[in-house]
């Protein structure tokens, strides 16, 4: 069976970067569309309905975290947010807003090539091991339809938010330091803050935990990282 190529969406007012970006990963055999703002991207995404965007957070018309949002919102599309912002209050609320990973300008095509690579390797066919559903009493994760269920009603979690609820969830009682986190669900060497890690537990806990000052699935340990635990019932 033949794959077809990824689709990537660049957005990026700048014109340099954007045909840049555009060029190299056409020569990576991706399929490729640009936009120059908020209102040609949406156009876009909506005709083209990529698998990732590339998406610059200044733009003249829009703003790209409520871009990522609204995206996000459509379908289960990965971002991978582009910008010369380099505090990291920003980064953390660009992955607190879904993205699935950042990387600040000036950047180097082959670090560039390297995270797209690493996104889109979650899209890769999973193992018949990997397809079983879990379920932990009212809650199920269901990693073929990539859908997750509280109670019978869907719980809406970004495209990164499943992955990482999926891996603890599928090694219940193990704790995970943050570093292992981010190696095994990120799939690369991820250089900066590991307060990402904490981000996407927070806004994972908000959907599916009754109590977020007392969280029952996803623990915290202190001094060490997260696990998921196995309740009885989950009401």
């Known amino acids: 069976m033949v794959i077809a190529p990824a689709k990537i969406l ?18 990576q055999s ?3 569309e640009s936009a120059e703002d908020g209102k040609s991207a949406m156009q876009a ?13 200044n733009l003249p018309d829009a703003n790209g975290y409520s871009l ?7 379908t289960n599309v990965f971002v991978l947010m582009l910008t010369s912002r380099t505090d990291e209050a920003d980064k953390v609320r660009g992955f607190a807003q879904g993205a699935d990973d950042y990387i600040t300008k000036p950047f180097s095509l082959v670090e560039l090539g390297g995270r797209v690579g690493a996104i889109l390797k979650r899209q890769r066919i999973v193992t018949a091991a990997e397809q079983q559903c879990l379920a932990f009493g009212g809650l199920m994760i269901d990693p073929v339809r ?7 009603d869907i719980v809406p979690l970004t495209a990164l938010e499943f992955d990482l609820l999926h891996f603890l969830a599928a090694h219940p009682g193990r704790v995970w330091r943050r570093a292992e986190l981010i190696q095994e669900v990120w799939d690369y060497e991820y250089v900066g803050d590991q307060r990402v890690v904490d981000v ?30 196995s309740p009885a019932v989950v009401s």
């Open 200 to 229: 996407h537990i927070g806004q994972i806990r908000k959907k599916i935990e009754i109590d977020t000052s007392q969280p029952a699935l996803i623990q915290t340990v202190r001094g060490v990282g997260y696990k998921f635990e």
């Open 30 to 32: 991706y399929q490729m």
């Open 68 to 74: 990522c949002q609204e995206m996000q919102s459509r």
């Open 10 to 27: 660049v957005v990026d007012d700048d014109p340099a970067i954007r045909n840049l970006v555009h060029r190299f990963l056409t020569k």
């Open 146 to 152: 990539r859908e997750v269920k509280l109670n019978e």
């Open 45 to 57: 995404f909506e005709q083209f309905n990529p698998d990732l965007v590339i998406l610059d957070v």
